[in-house]
């Protein structure tokens, strides 16, 4: 089921108000929903394309240092068709706040919401991002 | 000569009006599908489909049309439908069955197959005002149409886009929403030997519950409604063939979320084709060929994830009045 149940680490959900628009192949700069981090994603491939994919993640903290040992989650979700992924992603910290999202699966293109949770030294947020896949 | 008239009419509406587009699923390819329409002749009308469709590219929600990289996107569908008219009268019912077979090869993905029944639909028509058959000349009364309005509902009998199981939603075989259907067709001989057909519809749709959060929370999600156009025109060479062109537009308007419209979420879809008629045994069996495709140029199509070329064989058994 396309309900995202399989992508939950955290339980929490950003609204799709809270979305901002990425650009196709640039990196997407942005602060959390509630202001506790703020992250760089990039996608390979770039731009994000039907099939799997990954997302490169660095976080950091509003006062520049790196957020080290955060928990994460993903959803996604497309709002033109009401539906989200049903595939399992795979989610790694690679150290210096850098954390890669492998097995993203987009099965169509189109505009997809992206929701990144994170979860750090008791603080709990989340990215709000579109990408459309190509 | 008035009988003459009749019975060609009768060839020549036959070639262009059974052309009803279908809704279609936003996860499958290509998604066109036809309704069987008893004509005025017809007592009861039996249809059995076979289409292949492919994916080559989509529309993003910019309109920009991209071609698909790295991904197999093939449909099958074998569809069984059939028009019954009520007693004598210019009322019919209409039903149509279809069953898919899709094909995902999405790029790091694993090959995957499935099948299933798609969504039916059920129409009632009435023939309100027959087209009166005559050529067109500067006399009023050649000037009048056939009118035709018609109700419909797709139900959701194939797997929804909320409830498939598979990364690649190859089992995605329906929209997942009850659409309630009404229009009406317009059909006019122009000659003894042409004839165009024009058919309008607004399709509801209606609110569903699909989980959409991580919690697992209902989420009501209500699709956009569908405005769906269709333009034919048929030209009958001889008592076995026919041949045609037609286009078709599809608009959905905003999905509808808790909080409100969801933005470029609206879509558009124009296509066109041609087809070829042939009966087997006048009046009775009839072979159709129809491919049908979108215009692959941007601001033609919104907000459709596969879109390419359809290529349907149909098979009609007619029952006369």
């Known amino acids: 089921m396309w309900g995202l149940r399989s992508l939950v680490l955290l339980p929490l959900f950003v609204g799709c108000s809270a979305a901002a628009a990425g650009t196709d192949t640039g990196p997407i700069e942005l602060s959390s929903e509630h202001g506790a981090f703020r992250g760089v994603f990039r996608t390979e ?17 509003p ?10 989650s993903l959803e996604l979700w497309m709002p033109a068709h009401g539906h989200g992924s049903d595939i399992e992603p795979k989610i790694s910290e690679q150290g ?36 459309n896949v190509e | 000569m008035q009988r003459l008239s009749a019975f060609w009419f009768a060839l020549v509406v036959a070639s262009v009006a059974p052309l009803e587009a279908r809704a279609q699923a936003c ?11 008893a004509e005025k002749q017809h007592m009861a009308l039996v249809s059995l489909e076979a289409s292949y469709e492919r994916g080559f590219g989509s529309f993003g929600a910019d309109g920009r049309y991209r071609a698909l990289e790295q991904a197999d996107v093939d449909d099958f569908i074998l ?19 279809p069953l898919r077979l ?32 005559k050529p067109l000349r500067f006399d009023p009364s050649t000037w009048l149409f056939g009118i035709t309005p018609f109700a419909g509902v797709l139900v959701p009998t194939g797997g929804s886009p909320d409830h498939t199981e598979e990364p690649t939603g190859v089992d995605i075989m329906g929209d997942g929403s009850v659409t309630l259907v009404a229009g009406v067709d317009l059909l006019k001989a122009l000659g003894l030997s042409d004839a165009v057909d024009v058919e309008f519809s607004y399709g509801y749709r209606l609110a569903r519950s699909v989980d959409a959060t991580a919690t697992g929370s209902a989420h009501t999600f209500r699709p956009g409604d569908e405005i769906q156009a269709r333009l034919a025109y048929s030209h009958r ?39 070829v008629a042939r009966f087997l045994s006048y009046p009775t069996w009839q072979l159709r060929f129809q491919a049908l495709a979108d215009v692959p140029v941007t601001d033609f199509g919104k907000n459709v994830p596969f879109s390419g070329p359809t290529f349907t064989l149909s098979l009609t058994r007619a029952f006369l009045r």
């Open chain 1, 96 to 131: 210096g706040g850098s954390y890669t999202v492998d097995n993203i699966g987009f099965p169509m293109p189109g505009p997809w919401e992206v929701t990144i949770g994170v979860s750090a030294d008791g603080n709990e947020d989340a990215f709000g991002f579109t990408l």
């Open chain 1, 63 to 72: 006062e520049g240092p790196a957020v080290e040992h955060a928990e994460l």
């Open chain 1, 45 to 61: 491939p770039a731009p994000a394309s039907v099939g799997k994919n990954r997302i490169l993640a660095e976080l950091t903290l």
């Open chain 2, 102 to 133: 899709q094909h995902r090869k999405l790029r790091g993905m694993e090959r995957a197959l499935a099948a299933g029944p798609g969504d039916m639909r059920f129409d009632v028509r009435w023939s309100a005002i027959e087209d009166p058959a």
């Open chain 2, 27 to 37: 996860c499958t390819s290509t998604g066109a599908s036809f309704l069987a329409v």
């Open chain 2, 79 to 97: 569809a069984l439908g059939g028009a019954l008219r009520l007693g004598s009268s210019d009322w019919q019912v209409g039903v149509k069955a």
């Open chain 2, 237 to 275: 060479f001889d008592l076995d063939w026919a041949v045609g062109v037609l286009a078709l537009s599809r608009f959905t308007l905003a999905v509808e979320d808790e909080d409100g419209s969801v933005e470029n979420s609206a879509t558009r879809r124009m296509r066109g084709g041609l087809f």
